[in-house]
């Protein structure tokens, strides 16, 4: 009786795993964009009506790969420090603050949970609404809700209240559940090269952690927040306490945004194969749908069932020696190496390692070089315009034999002024430069200078006639 609860155990912890990996790989998946849907984008305006509209993509993380390097670092700093804490500080008070912290984040990913769920079964279109912050002309916050949300998270409260109260396992995994399905969602990978970079240094991280220190199952043991998903070995016990087998979010999210990488792949090797293109019409093959659409995955399908066999050999492992297994010890492996094969049998290897998704910090690099584009261009306008500028000032100037300049006189000033006016009208109708007015309004170039010069010395030698 005993072992087929372990058993019923084990399949119930695998079946979390896998759930929200499946589910959050395919909400990942963007809207499609089209010619058509920005025209009506841009005919509605800014704020779009209903919850399935353009542009209610959820806002996502880009992970780089110089992000995917440090992960390691910044994880052994949390989880030390997390394990100093609960060893010098008070269990019970440490507890409590961070289940006030954990309290705030279930509200929000119970509700979007809710929400996608319900939205999923009954297709619901529902009024949006717009919460949105401008400072000089720039949205500083925009938060959209429909009155699903509302309820939605009225519900969420209760469930955190009840959670808070009794410690219920049943809901701690709820928890667990909507916090893997939204960090899957809300991470995404860049290309595989950081996903590979990224689970390469998460093996070497959840090797060292478990089996030299024991750090790692004495923080996972202390800490009293749903950061992992849990199931009684028996349901009922003689003597009436349970006891858990658990599987860390962490063994359930990083192998799962890799999943979702997959999937985004496969897709868009599929729009590539039927000719889409963001600023053109749907192709027809799509039955003008921009999201639910069927496409063939190998990629997912691959590393989805790497997923499956590694969590089942860590299960064994743990089962047969008795002992805490690190889940990516198996899990890392077998995700890259199905990828890479799949790769290989299908001759897309170079495919796959050259492909990158389009990031907002992308964006905003792309926007900044515009920018600086711009601001060496109006410098190089700015070179000329002080250069006609010298020139102007140097005001003309009539030379004695000794080789020193002498002012010219008021008859020399009338004639220049009257040859620049003329030289500047000219140059206008013919080249249309960029020219400067000078003090007593007229216009100046640097090429009426030279005409200057000349009407001064005619002007000299009318007056020398004279």
């Not at 003329?422 to 400067?436: G, H, M, Y």
Request: some cysteine; overall charge neutral.
């Amino acid at each position: 009786m005993a072992e087929a609860g372990l058993f019923l155990a084990y399949a119930v912890i695998g079946t979390m795993a896998v759930a929200p990996i499946y589910f959050g790989s395919f909400s990942s998946l963007d809207r499609l964009k089209s010619a058509a849907s920005k025209k009506k984008a841009s005919e509605k305006g800014h704020f779009a009506e209903y919850s399935d509209s353009e542009d209610e993509d959820e806002e996502s993380e880009a992970v780089t790969a110089e992000d995917a390097y440090m992960f390691p670092v910044y994880g052994s700093a949390a989880l030390f420090s997390m394990y100093v804490i609960f060893k010098y500080l008070n269990k019970d008070w440490v507890n409590f603050l961070l289940s006030g912290y954990f309290a705030l984040l279930g509200v929000a990913a119970l509700t979007q949970l809710g929400v996608r769920v319900v939205k999923g079964v009954t297709g619901a279109k529902l009024p949006l609404y717009h919460l949105n912050l401008v400072h000089h002309s720039k949205s500083v916050f925009d938060l959209r809700f429909t009155n699903l949300h509302l309820g939605m998270m009225g519900a969420s409260m209760l469930c955190t209240a009840f959670y808070l109260y009794t410690k219920n396992w049943a809901v701690s995994n709820l928890f667990g559940l909507a916090f893997s399905f939204s960090a899957i969602i809300l991470i995404r990978l860049d290309s595989f090269k950081s996903g590979m970079i990224m689970l390469a240094g998460l093996f070497v991280y959840d090797i060292f952690w478990v089996f030299g220190t024991e750090v790692m199952v004495s923080v996972a043991k202390n800490f009293d927040a749903p950061i992992k998903v849990v199931f009684p070995k028996d349901l009922f016990p003689a003597d009436g306490k349970l006891a858990f087998t658990m599987l860390g979010l962490g063994d359930i999210v990083v192998p799962g945004i890799f999943v979702a990488l997959c999937l985004r792949f496969d897709r868009q090797r599929y729009l590539s194969s039927i000719g889409y293109a963001k600023d053109k019409a749907l192709p027809r093959v799509l039955n003008n749908k921009h999201r639910g659409f069927g496409f063939p995955t190998p990629y997912f399908n691959a590393c989805m069932a790497a997923y499956v066999a590694g969590l089942a050999t860590t299960i064994t492992v743990m089962h047969t020696f008795k002992a805490a297994q690190p889940a990516l010890l198996y899990l890392s492996p077998a995700c890259i190496l199905a990828v890479i094969a799949t790769a290989v049998v299908r001759g897309e290897l170079a495919a796959v390692f050259s492909y990158s998704e389009e990031t907002k910090k992308d964006e905003g690099d792309s926007a900044e070089s515009v920018g600086k584009d711009k601001k060496a261009d109006g410098e190089e306008e700015k070179a000329p315009a002080a250069h006609r500028y010298n020139l102007r000032n140097q005001g003309p100037a009539s030379t004695s034999g000794a080789g020193l300049t002498t002012p010219a006189s008021a008859g020399e000033l009338a004639d220049d002024e009257q040859e620049n006016v003329k030289a500047s009208r000219v140059l206008d109708e013919k080249v249309n430069p960029i020219s400067e007015v000078s003090d007593d309004g007229s216009e100046t170039t640097p090429a009426t200078s030279a005409k200057g010069k000349k009407g001064k010395k005619s002007g000299s030698k009318a007056k020398a006639k004279k």
